[in-house]
């Protein structure tokens, strides 16, 4: 009786645990679903947290990880899209799965401007699902999305080098007509400086030609006080002498002598 009543209290027991994992489970799945039908109607945010709630309680659920990817990238979001996507990857061991995994990481980093990367994620893909045609256009356009920008990348640096090139001409141009202009302002102030020092130099010449031919003037202009009463008093006999010869003449007074 003691072992029967023991199996039935096991048995209640599994049944109970089944019941709780199978309600645990029904409730993922319902808050995945949720978020699936908000999603189809273009509520991305709504369905954003109604995939976090099936994940916090089931971390390790596949859907929840790749549908909350996809709800951030239809948002804009593609880091954090990135972050789930990377997270779906270990959850699944299915190829086909994976493949859908690294075709959404190669377009979210394509949308996020990381064109080498998601072109390793198109062939992570293919290496999974060799048919995707989806992935395959999509490597394709990443591609020629790369190559254009390498040639618009050279043809930027070519003309960055050209413009370069042509300041530095520029520039040199500029340098060359200063130092001419300098050369030139330099050469007027030169010329200028020599024809006042010449100026200065005939002045100087002129004032010393001035000087000497004061001084060598005849010094006979110059005589002494004695020299001229004496030449008065020999003038002022020859005046008297005249004087006396033209009373003889005439017989009429003339006045003798100036007023010394």
């Known amino acids: 009786m ?3 009543t023991l199996l039935n209290i096991s ?3 599994v049944l ?21 039908n908000l999603y189809d109607k273009k509520k991305f945010v709504d369905s954003e947290v109604e995939f976090k709630k099936g994940l916090e309680k089931a971390p390790n659920n ?8 996809d709800s951030y990238y239809k948002e804009g979001k593609y880091e954090d899209a ?14 086909d799965l994976k493949a859908k995994v690294y075709h959404n990481i190669g377009n979210a980093l394509l949308k996020d401007k990381k064109i080498k990367e998601s072109i390793g994620a198109y062939a992570d893909a293919l290496k999974l699902n060799p048919t995707d045609e989806a992935t395959k256009y999509n490597l394709s356009y990443a591609l020629n999305l790369l190559k254009n920008n390498q040639k618009q990348n050279k043809n930027n640096k070519n003309n960055k080098n050209n413009k370069n090139d042509k300041n530095k001409q520029n520039n040199k141009n500029n340098q060359n007509q200063n130092q001419n202009k300098n050369n ?10 020599q024809q006042n020092q010449n100026q200065n130099k005939n002045d100087q010449q002129k004032q010393q030609q001035n000087q000497q031919n004061q001084q060598n ?4 202009n110059k005589i002494s006080k004695a020299q001229a009463q004496a030449i008065f008093n020999a003038l002022n006999n020859d005046e008297k002498d ?6 003889k003449m005439k017989g009429q007074p003339i006045k003798t002598g100036k007023d010394w």
Request: proline share 3%.
């Open 2 to 4: 003691m072992k029967k």
């Open 11 to 13: 048995l209640i027991f």
């Open 16 to 36: 109970l645990l089944c019941l709780s994992q199978f309600g645990f489970a029904q409730s993922v799945r319902s808050s995945v679903n949720k978020g699936v």
């Open 62 to 69: 596949f859907q929840a990880n790749f549908n909350l990817g």
């Open 82 to 95: 990135l972050r789930s996507y990377e997270a779906a990857l270990p959850k699944t061991k299915s190829n």
């Open 184 to 193: 030139k302002d330099q050469q007027k102030n030169q010329q200028q400086n």
């Open 217 to 220: 003037q005849p010094q006979q």
């Open 242 to 247: 005249l004087q006396k010869q033209l009373r």
